[in-house]
């Protein structure tokens, strides 16, 4: 066993806070989007380049972080991060125009890409083997806690100062960040320096393949996915560069990322179920929000204010996570995590529009409990057999998968939600004819009704049957949103089985101390 490393918690601050604030940034901008286009003067499908540019280049870099410490030095590479993202932040913030912000958040993507899976390699070494699941409850409450607080803090800086806050709040943070990495992080003592040929070939596909995939997801409800040419494109494009690159990287002597990892079954049980997490957990914080100001007229500052239970509950859990993980095993946390997450989504999938605050809070303050337990859980298990020298090799392929099956997640629950709410529609329509008595009576009675207001007779039926057309339109999209929550609830189900896939107590090889 390892002995405790003295300086742990000052290790967990470091890079939980360069963790929080990559997190963070994935979705503190979507509040903010709508006043940014009118101050650079940009279409809704321009201003969207702002969100895509920076996920795009974070998904890219993920995987790569392992060959940039081999080459240059954990170290180095997590503070060159944090310095590219704090920098970068900052020009954010006084950017000219559109190209000058896509340009400036790709960079910030860059930087703040690689800062996750580090910050997990980091923590497992930092902690002893009997203390990973608390290192992971450290770890798991900065990347799920920063998307889910990012709309909330997004929205009060922009109502309260401007948008470009969003970005200027992170250079303090960035600076203190960067001086404790120069005080207590170290390269670990097996971390190899590699100064050979770059496998540039691997890198090349990587970028086509996950660039092109990132780039299909995000624009396919946009499109109107396959029968857009564009979207085809992308799609051949994606598989065809993911498949070149696992076979290059299959073969390659030093490839840039280390793919045989997944011969470890328990490893790619994890990360399998760490994605389907991440199509639940990315899918509903895409449809809460939208739900809150879409159907119930929500600002965006109070609806993200209606989602912190979630984050409260996940706060909360993680700690019991880490602590019960010894005790009970990944199997029995994992599971009740998913059932309890399950029940949740049921619980919204009944809901309907005269719903009240608790119908709200309580299935939200279920699902962070339930994120909390699977999260810390699932970390510790699907890294507990790899090796120390494949650890940050591991954790970027874990927290890249989960990215792009949240991706999935995001692009599922869009088209879901779409496509359902034209199906309720044209089911709807049906009954809805002039034909029927009650739908005859109905339209009268409106049209009466403004006619009393003052209008004239012709405007009072148009006024009528746009009052009523309103009405089942949000109808319509109550039914899909409860579609949708149903369908984010049997995802959790079926991921049951995946957990006796896992290792009930594997050795952790990540226990050993840092030294310089």
Not at 62 to 67: G, L, Q, S
Not at 271 to 276: A, K, N, R
């Amino acid at each position: 066993m390892s002995k405790e490393n003295p300086e742990k918690w000052l290790i967990a601050l470091t890079v939980i806070m360069g963790t929080i604030m990559s997190a963070l940034d994935t979705s503190i901008v979507n509040v903010a989007l709508p006043y940014m286009r009118g101050y650079l003067g940009a279409s809704i499908e321009e201003i969207a380049w702002v969100a895509t540019g920076y996920i795009l280049s974070s998904v890219i870099v993920m995987p790569i972080v392992a060959m940039l410490s081999a080459r240059f030095g954990r170290k180095r590479v997590y503070g060159a991060s944090i310095l590219l993202f704090t920098v970068s932040s900052m020009l954010c913030g006084m950017s000219w125009s559109l190209s000058s912000l896509v340009v400036f958040r790709i960079i910030q993507g860059i930087g703040g890409g690689a800062l996750i899976p580090v910050s997990q390699a980091i923590l497992r070494e930092s902690f002893p083997p009997e203390e990973q699941g608390l290192a992971m409850g450290v770890y798991g409450f900065g990347v799920v806690l920063g998307p889910a607080i990012g709309p909330t803090l997004g929205g009060w800086l922009t109502d309260n100062y401007s948008w470009p806050w969003i970005f200027y709040i992170n250079v303090p943070i960035g600076i203190i960040n960067i001086v404790l990495v120069q005080r207590y992080l170290y390269d670990p003592p097996y971390l190899k320096r590699e100064k050979g040929k770059i496998d540039f070939s691997g890198l090349f596909f990587l970028i086509a393949g996950l660039g092109a995939l990132q780039l299909m997801l995000e624009k396919g409800e946009q499109k109107d996915w396959f029968a857009s040419d564009y979207i085809v494109y992308l799609l051949v494009i994606a598989a065809a560069g993911i498949f070149l690159f696992v076979i290059r990287e299959l073969t390659a002597k030093k490839p840039a990322v280390d793919l045989r990892v997944l011969k470890d079954l328990n490893f790619t049980s994890g990360t399998v179920l760490g994605g389907l997490l991440g199509i639940g957990l990315y899918g509903s914080l895409f449809l809460l929000p939208l739900f809150l100001q879409q159907l119930l007229g929500y600002p965006a500052f109070d609806s993200g204010l209606i989602l912190m239970p979630r984050s409260l509950a996940m706060a909360l859990a993680m700690p019991l996570g880490g602590r019960f993980y010894n005790r009970l095993g990944p199997r029995v946390l994992i599971g009740f995590g998913l059932v309890l997450t399950a029940f949740s989504f049921q619980q919204l999938a009944r809901m309907s529009l005269d719903v009240g605050f608790w119908d709200i809070f309580i299935p939200q303050f279920l699902q962070g409990i339930g994120f909390g337990f699977i999260f810390v859980a699932l970390s510790t298990a699907a890294l507990s057999t790899i090796k120390k020298e494949e650890m940050t090799a591991a954790t970027g392929l874990y927290n890249v998968i989960r990215q792009v099956f949240g991706s999935i997640g995001i692009a599922i629950t869009a088209t879901e939600l779409t496509r359902n709410e034209t199906v309720y529609r044209k089911l709807f329509l049906h009954d809805l004819s002039f034909l029927n008595p009650v739908m005859d009576h109905r339209v009268s009675a409106l049209a009466s009704a403004f006619i009393q207001k003052g209008a004239d007779p012709v405007t009072a039926h148009e006024e009528a049957l746009r009052f009523l057309d309103g009405q089942l339109a949000r109808q319509t999209g109550m039914l899909a949103y409860d579609h949708v929550f149903a369908l984010v609830s049997y995802i959790f189900i079926i991921s049951l089985p995946l957990i006796f896939f896992l290792r009930e107590k594997g050795r952790s090889h990540a226990g050993e101390i840092l030294v310089e």
